[in-house]
């Protein structure tokens, strides 16, 4: 009885990461595609908060009380994914903020996130999703994620500090509210290319506008995405995004 036990605890410790590690890592190469031309499905705002979650319409009225001005809601659905965002606009500070929730047969995860563009190309942008991004670090893309603020307030006041000290310099690009989400979808053509550039896709894009990974760009997504990668990738952004910050963090962020 304790050797079966033994055996059973081996596999779920070892044999389960060695698995999705390797032959994971082929599924993820042959079956997995990164979107490239996004076109977003706009619904009506009424019909859509119906049917979001508890936390999303909390986190909806947290940047209605923060004076964000809504710009539209919209999904996107894939064979693995269905995504739900809700787009929003602050004209005095010049900051995007969007709502989302990520649902798929393993999990449904909700959280913010707050991002301000720069006429020399660069975004900066704070979120508090759980789950680390899946994406290598890109140039143009200054990105932290702090999980452990849940209080829509407390972030923009963490973005607005890291303004301060890193993009100073910069000028602040407008956001287009007229055109709804094609500034969301030109950004995600913008990133497309950047994994392109990094051998993370491949070149050509299919009647879905996806592009399809190269087995480099399957083996970092693999990485970042399961365990035991994910937990290691999940505890440097966030240490990373800690460190940036300073002084100025707190896990509660009571101090905010």
């Known amino acids: 009885m304790l050797e079966t036990i033994l055996i059973i605890a081996f596999v779920v410790v070892f044999g389960i990461p060695v698995f999705t590690n390797t032959i994971g890592l082929f599924i993820v190469w042959k079956t997995q595609k990164l979107p490239a031309v996004v076109e977003f499905q706009t619904i009506d705002n009424e019909k859509f908060m119906l049917e979001r979650n508890a936390k999303f319409q909390e986190y909806d009225k947290s940047f209605e009380d923060l ?32 709502v989302a929730t990520m649902k798929s047969k393993a999990e449904e995860i909700t959280y913010i996130e707050i991002v301000q563009q720069y006429f020399d190309g660069n975004v900066l ?6 789950n680390p991004e899946a994406y290598p670090e890109l140039d ?83 990485f970042r995405s399961v365990p035991p990668g994910k937990n290691i990738w999940a505890y440097i952004t966030e240490r990373r995004a800690r460190n940036a910050l300073g002084s100025l963090y707190q896990d509660n962020g009571s101090e905010f």
């Not at 942008?125 to 759980?130: A, C, K, L, R, T």
């Open 67 to 98: 004076d964000f001005n809504r710009v539209g809601s919209s999904i996107l659905q894939d064979k693995h994914t269905d995504s739900h965002f809700r787009l929003y606009w602050r004209s005095d500070l010049k900051v995007a903020a969007m």
């Open 125 to 130: 942008g704070v979120s508090n999703s759980p």
């Open 140 to 222: 143009f893309k200054l990105s932290y994620r702090f999980p452990k603020i849940v209080d829509a307030r407390a972030l923009l006041h963490i973005h607005q500090k890291l303004k301060a000290a890193y993009k100073s310099q910069s000028v602040v690009k407008d956001y287009d509210v007229s055109g709804g989400f094609a500034g969301v979808e030109e950004f995600l053509r913008k990133e497309s290319d950047a994994l392109l550039s990094k051998g993370i896709v491949n070149e050509a894009i299919d009647s879905e506008g996806k592009r399809s990974l190269t087995l480099f760009g399957a083996f970092c997504l693999t």
